[in-house]
């Protein structure tokens, strides 16, 4: 028996390497840098090894659509154009969401609690306290999360698929219990997370086991291929399909499988929930899309019905209960959850239209979500003591941001724009997005889909433009006894985040033509 | 015969120049005229109170800058041929959806470069004439930020290559137009009458909709060269509905017969205001949207009847409450929408009256800033008197003023060898110029137009002699204030002298061997001369006699009379006159009252059924958002057993669906 060494596409796998890398060289620095200098080493490399992952998926980005792609690894890792375009996608706004983390504001200190390792109220934390301890193992860890979504898109075959998904998983368990304030709220989040996230692996294995049993292979081509020639084994084949979209549809927080979401987006730390909010369902929709394009169009007829009550139910919940919600970042979730569905929507085209339309859409959503939480990071509440005013951590219930157009003209003016964008009113992103998305969508036959879409669109705007309502039109609360609300100056970064998610969701409202031209290259999947 | 006309007076544009690519770097580069006062725009606006010391003179610069640029793209165009003056600047691909492409681009060709010139020009002069006049204002800035954003607007829509991006400008002219109405909005009066402004434009705003969905529909384009050149191909009607309907947006944006109203309240604005926007630049826009859309007319004969028509009907309106106003201003502004009549006349007479339609545009933008500007400085000398009848006199304290203001007044009203003569007389002739099997067109539009230039030296000379002229009316320290008139600062002043000198001798250099006209003929296409009803000299007399008469009459009453500081009771007429004809009675009545009733009932059914049904809708969908809301307690149990519940309703979905 000869051994031929697999095929490694060096330059194609580069941005993936540089990633995780970096994760690795991270854990060093964490480890041997002296305390001074740790944050700033931190930064420099993420963001070095942001941009030239970034520069090395620009320079792929002529020859990859010309060809189609690579496939590597004996097609483990397929980086054709669709991956090639979310890989892009996730390090962008890995490159913003990164930037949120490492703002300390006006006040002086991250989102991250300084020694998470400590018990919540325990002797060692406030001796960590005391000392100043710092530790910056959130970029590492943001790096070995972002490695295993630029794996998940390429994932050719469902091992390479599950250890993505295990891969980019793990660190978000961690980073969501790494909240400097409210830490047993946020440890909570990160458990529940993980349970749960745990059960959904399950089924996604298993699911993965049954298309093994079906097939004999878990490369998704020879399953694709698989599927028109093996008779009387369809239970296999689609109770396989079902539960590994299942798996996936968990990650990406619809409806039935969303109960994580809102628990885990208020527990984890702002700037976390901006990251993972944009990236991860990023990836697991790049994930989702490529099982349904690959495997799902000979079983079209038999998915859809599954898929279009998955759909509805995601868009029709995420939104109604989003109405009633009274805290910002609980009501992203569910805002977060109903544009699942709207993604779904696009899924469901089966046509390369709905392709670049998904990948438009996600990129214009991820830009808002990493916005609106940015702009969270800032609002903070206040108490005033004896020692003067301290200031707290976020300022999350509705009510406390009365008036804030008012004191802060130009943050509230950015959230209103994301708001818009996320309610689709025309000249934001928001609307461009949903426009391709439900053409696409009813072009591909999916029209009471796109109804219902509208629908609930039409009803989201209720609970967006009620919090521009409450900043700009709804006077401010009169200051109770201690409890106040006041904006923190951001240290630079976030500010240039927000600048940057308000200048793509304008510029791409204005003028979404190129990029939908660009990303509608990109809609060839490799078998 | 009838097939004859037709062919003869389509001519004119078979051989209209076909548009070419830019050549040189000033064309190129024309984007810039609208991007530099834009940009200016912007920064005044952005950089808040910061720009306070400075920032009027960044408006002055980008006015300026933006008049060099025209000047250069202007040399350029006159030493190309003339068959290579219309050209065609392709910015980017603007709008892609469905069929509708729509690139943005700017067209050069005579016609526009008139206008960036007078714009341009005329509005750097008044933006100069701005930073002493508004020098005690705490909000110059902001008032240059809007001047400049009109300034821009009217660029763009004057440049534009197709109607969509004209649209784009005809917006922003009302809404700089709006802001500068309201700019001391603290008085309500004057916020109403930005509102009134705005909303009579909106339904001229409707008309150009309207238009633009009828080309979409019927030519399936809409830049200029697809649209004129499937005109051909257009069934009559179909280009008479385009044409009343780009005509309803012309009455909106110079206010013209019906929606003319605003333009007197309009004068709650600034007087620099008054001058650029509401007399020589915006309020002319719907001239220039008949002009350009002349081949969409020429396939309408009944449209452009209705734009004669229209034009007949407000320059004697305009004349006649004119005569009647004692507030300078108002009767400025009423003198302005009687010129526009004119203009708007001699555009709908076809290819006889383009050319002078547009001339008389330039000239009448002169002489008409001219004398705005110098009622603001009567104003300014005044403390913001406006009423004529506590003026008189002022030629002695105000010399400056009164002589260029007096050479204003000759050119208005038509002496020779001022501008206006120049320009009204061509249009006094043209109507008199046969319509082939409609003889009595000639007659009643001629004798309009003759009594149109009668009433216009009545009014104007009674508005001359009433301010500078006849003895003092000023109101007196037991009036409350005592009168100081002086001259205005010379930053005031040398505009003024620029724009009389224009008023004086525009008209006649641009009348030398026609060369105003030849240079439009790329856009408004070339007519062989042809011989009025009545030979031109008798015209000619006949106008020069009316005029003298008119002057002659209001010099009689109010310079060797005594002018009464009230108003006296007056007669049937001039009681009307002074309330705009009833205009606004008119309007509340017909308009405004079932407007208001008709909004009244659809609030009441909006409360009712349309409300009752969506409060219901939203109590229910509360009421099952709040027992979802209950799923989620929390418990990772339960999550877990929700997760288990929804993977086997979807197995059992997928698996049961396939039977």
């Not at chain 1, 240039?496 to 200048?503: F, Y």
């Not at chain 2, 001259?487 to 105003?516: D, N, Q």
Request: aromatic fraction near 10%; proline fraction near 4%.
């Amino acid at each position: 028996m000869s051994y031929a060494a697999p095929h490694i596409g060096w330059l194609q796998i580069a941005p993936l390497a540089i990633v995780l890398g970096t994760g690795l060289v991270g854990v060093l620095v964490e480890a041997f840098v002296p305390r001074r200098a740790r944050r700033t080493t931190q930064l420099v490399l993420v963001f070095a090894a942001l941009v030239a992952a970034l520069l090395l998926i620009v320079a792929q980005w002529r020859d990859t659509m010309a060809s189609g792609g690579v496939s590597l690894f004996g097609g483990s890792y397929l980086l054709d154009g669709p991956a090639l375009a979310i890989q892009g996608t996730l390090v962008v706004l890995s490159i913003l969401a990164v930037a949120v983390f490492a703002d300390r504001t006006s006040v002086g200190q991250d989102a991250f609690a300084p020694a998470a390792a400590a018990v919540p109220g325990s002797d060692y934390e406030e001796l960590a306290r005391r000392k100043g301890l710092e530790q910056t193992e959130v970029y590492p860890l943001a790096m070995f999360g972002l490695g295993g979504m630029l794996l998940i898109v390429a994932a050719g075959d469902l091992l390479t698929l599950f250890v993505a998904l295990e891969a980019l998983s793990m660190p978000l368990y961690v980073l969501t219990g790494l909240a400097r304030r409210r830490r047993l709220l946020s440890q909570e989040a990160s458990l529940k997370y993980l349970l749960l996230g745990s059960f959904a692996s399950a089924l996604l294995l298993f699911g993965a086991a049954l298309l093994y049993g079906f097939s004999g292979s878990l490369h998704l081509g020879e399953i694709a291929a698989a599927t028109g020639t093996i008779a009387g084994l369809e239970g296999l084949l689609l109770g396989g399909m079902t539960l590994l979209l299942i798996g996936l549809f968990f990650k990406v927080g619809a409806v039935p499988f969303h109960a994580w979401t809102p628990d885990v987006y208020v527990g984890a730390p702002t700037p976390v929930t901006g990251f993972m909010a944009a990236t991860t369902k990023i990836a697991a929709f790049g994930a989702m899309v490529r099982v349904v394009y690959v495997v799902g169009p000979s079983l079209q007829w038999d998915l859809e019905p599954m898929l279009w009550t998955v759909a509805i139910l995601t868009m029709v919940v995420g939104t109604v209960v989003a109405l009633v919600q009274t805290d910002v970042k609980r009501m992203l979730a569910y805002s977060s959850i109903a544009h699942a569905g709207f993604v779904l929507v696009g899924v469901l085209a089966f046509s390369t239209e709905g392709i670049a339309s998904v990948l438009f859409y996600l990129v214009v959503y991820g830009l808002a979500t990493i916005g609106a939480f940015a702009v969270v990071t800032l609002v903070r509440q206040t108490r005033t003591g004896a020692e003067g005013t301290v200031i707290l951590g976020e300022a999350t219930h509705l009510a406390q941001w009365a008036g804030l157009g008012r004191r802060s003209p130009w943050l509230a003016g950015a959230l209103s724009l994301f708001l818009l964008s996320f309610a689709g009113i025309p000249l934001t992103a928001g609307f461009a997005g949903k426009f391709t998305v439900f053409t696409a969508a009813a072009d591909g036959g999916a029209v009471p889909l796109v109804v219902v879409g509208v629908i609930a669109s039409a009803a989201a705007v209720f609970f967006y433009v009620r919090l521009i309502v409450l900043m700009y039109f709804t006077p401010e609360r009169e200051e109770e006894g201690e409890e106040g609300v006041t904006v923190v100056t951001s240290s630079g970064f976030t500010t240039v985040v927000i600048a940057v998610a308000a200048i793509g969701t304008v510029l791409l409202g204005v003028l979404p033509g190129p990029l939908l031209e660009l990303l509608g290259q990109a809609v060839k999947f490799l078998p | 015969m009838s097939v004859h006309t037709l062919t003869a007076a389509r001519l004119p544009f078979a051989d209209l120049a076909v548009p070419v690519a830019p050549s040189g770097p000033w064309q190129e580069s024309a984007w810039l005229l609208v991007a530099v006062p834009l940009v200016s725009a912007a920064v005044l606006l952005l950089a808040g109170r910061r720009s306070d010391r400075w920032g009027h003179w960044l408006g002055v610069a980008a006015s300026a800058a933006s008049f060099v640029i025209g000047a250069l793209i202007l040399v350029s165009l006159l030493q190309a041929p003339v068959g290579e003056r219309v050209v065609e600047v392709d910015l980017f691909d603007w709008i892609s959806a469905g069929q509708l492409t729509l690139a943005a681009g700017l067209r050069l060709d005579p016609l526009s470069l008139t206008f960036v010139m007078l714009v341009t020009f005329v509005g750097s002069l008044i933006h100069v004439y701005s930073v002493a006049y508004m020098d005690a204002d705490v909000d110059r800035r902001r008032f240059f930020a809007y001047l400049n954003l009109f300034v821009a607007a009217m660029l763009l829509l004057v440049l534009a290559d197709s109607f969509v991006l004209l649209f784009m400008g005809w917006e922003g002219v009302g809404l700089a137009s709006y802001l500068l109405i309201g700019f001391w909005n603290h008085r309500t009066e004057y916020a109403v009458a930005a509102k009134k402004a705005f909303i009579a434009n909106r339904v001229g705003d409707l008309g150009l909709l309207i238009a633009m969905m009828a080309m979409f529909a019927t030519v399936g384009a809409l830049d200029f060269t697809s649209v004129f050149g499937a005109v051909g191909s257009m069934d009559t009607s179909t280009a008479t509905i385009i044409g009343l309907a780009l005509l309803l947006a012309a009455c909106g944006k110079s206010a013209q017969f019906p929606l003319q109203s605003w333009l007197g309240d309009a004068m709650a604005g600034p007087t620099p205001v008054s001058a650029l926007i509401h007399a020589a630049t915006m309020v002319t826009a719907g001239v220039y949207l008949v002009v350009r859309s002349a081949p969409i007319y020429e396939a309408a004969p009944d449209a452009q009847l209705a734009v004669v028509v229209v034009g007949a009907i407000t320059l004697l309106f305009g004349a006649i409450v004119g005569c009647a106003k004692d507030d300078i201003k108002k009767a400025l502004a009423a003198s302005t929408m009687s010129q526009i009549g004119y203009m708007m006349l001699a555009a709908g007479l076809g290819p006889v009256g383009y050319a002078f339609a547009i001339f008389h545009l330039v000239t009448h933008g002169f002489f008409k800033a001219g004398m705005f500007l110098g009622a603001g400085s009567v104003m300014h000398g005044m403390n913001d008197q406006v009423d004529m009848r506590r003026f008189g006199g002022l030629a002695r304290y105000m010399k400056i003023t009164w002589v260029t203001f007096g050479l204003g007044w000759l050119a208005i009203i038509g002496v020779p060898p001022f501008s206006g003569f120049f320009s009204k007389d061509k249009i006094i002739e043209a109507a008199f110029m046969p319509v082939a099997g409609a003889e009595w067109r000639a007659w009643l539009f001629g004798s309009v137009v003759l009594i149109g230039a009668g009433l216009t030296a009545f009014y104007m000379s009674r508005l001359f002699f009433m301010t500078f002229h006849g003895e003092k009316r000023w109101t007196t320290a037991a009036e409350g204030a005592e009168q100081h008139p002086h001259e205005s600062p010379r930053l005031m002043t040398w505009p003024m002298v620029v724009l009389a000198v224009g008023s004086v001798a525009l008209g006649g250099l641009l009348s030398i061997g026609g060369v105003f006209t030849t240079w439009l003929e790329p856009v408004v296409g070339h007519t062989e001369h042809a011989d009025p009803v009545l030979p031109i000299p008798v015209i000619m007399a006949s106008t020069l006699v009316l005029v003298l008469l008119g002057a002659f009459l209001a010099w009689r009453q109010y310079a060797a009379s005594t002018v009464p500081q009230v108003a006296p009771a007056g007669s049937a007429l001039t009681r009307a006159a002074r309330r705009d004809l009833y205009q606004d009675e008119v309007n509340d009545a017909v308009l405004v009252g079932p407007g208001a009733y008709l909004t009244r009932s659809l609030v009441y059914g909006d409360r009712q059924v349309v409300d009752g049904a969506v409060v219901g809708v939203a109590h229910v969908t509360v009421g099952i958002a709040e027992r979802v809301r209950k799923l989620q307690n929390g418990y990772v149990r339960s999550y877990a057993a929700t997760m288990l519940a929804g993977a086997v309703v979807l197995l059992v979905v997928v698996l049961v669906t396939r039977i």
